[in-house]
């Protein structure tokens, strides 16, 4: 079935730091893919998803392309902020289409 | 528009007991889904309701179990609690057709003591 692997945090970084968080992917046909993150304390956003190969999503300063050729969905920002510690969640739809397949997560967490 | 909405936001519970937990979904959403999140075994898929129906059901005993109404209310229950169900319970609504696009909810944290 379809799997997610992302990298093993935590990742710390300084203020205005650039952040790459690595996910990869194994599917059967075309997910659809997604980052989602999660704030201490709440529950799950969505921050952007990507739904064919060569698919750009960006959102808050945040991007990751749908790689095919690579099987990746890696998260990307060049200026990091302190309010984007959170936890982040790679993920891509069953094989079915019917449920969503969450990676481990990555925990950043960003000093002044 | 309003967001997912859980209810209780915290549980205790012992051994042996049963839970309900409830999910209202955006409004417009019929498609509700429910995940445990541990810190041991992650994000995994419990099932998906829509139109009162069972769509798709993840890997759990049949101790837990859902039902929705026809205002596409959800409610999840978990019979004879185990320590290992303690988790974080997330649920997520999503328009029928972009049933990959979900919304969650801030969950319901049960203990079972």
């Known amino acids: 079935g379809n799997s997610v692997t992302q990298m093993e945090g935590p990742v710390t970084l300084s203020e205005e730091a650039f952040l790459t968080i690595n996910c990869t992917y194994t599917?059967?046909?075309?997910?659809?893919l997604f980052w989602y993150v999660q704030y201490p304390g709440e529950g799950l956003q969505l921050l952007l998803k990507?739904?064919?190969?060569?698919d750009k999503g960006s959102n808050k300063g945040f991007e990751a392309t749908y790689r095919k050729e690579t099987t990746s969905f890696h998260l990307e920002k060049g200026s990091v902020q302190v309010s984007d510690s959170a936890v982040y969640f790679c993920a891509l739809t069953n094989q079915a289409g019917t449920a969503l397949i969450f990676g481990k997560g990555t925990t950043l967490s960003v000093s002044s | 528009k309003a967001g997912v909405t859980q209810t209780p936001r915290y549980l205790i519970k012992t051994r042996g007991q049963q839970v309900t937990l409830s999910c209202s979904p955006i409004?417009?959403?019929?498609?509700v889904s429910w995940y445990q999140q541990t810190p041991g075994q992650g994000l995994q898929f419990l099932f998906e309701y829509f139109s009162e129906t069972q769509r798709n059901k993840g890997n759990f005993p049949g101790r837990f179990s859902g039902r929705q109404f026809s205002n596409s209310r959800s409610e999840m229950n978990v019979s004879t609690l185990e320590l290992g169900d303690s988790a974080l319970y997330l649920c997520a609504s999503s328009l029928s057709q972009q049933r990959g696009t979900q919304y969650f909810g801030p969950g319901t944290r049960l203990t079972v003591l």
């Open positions: 599917a059967t046909g075309y997910p659809s």
């Open positions: 409004s417009g959403h019929r498609s």
């Open positions: 990507a739904t064919k190969a060569d």
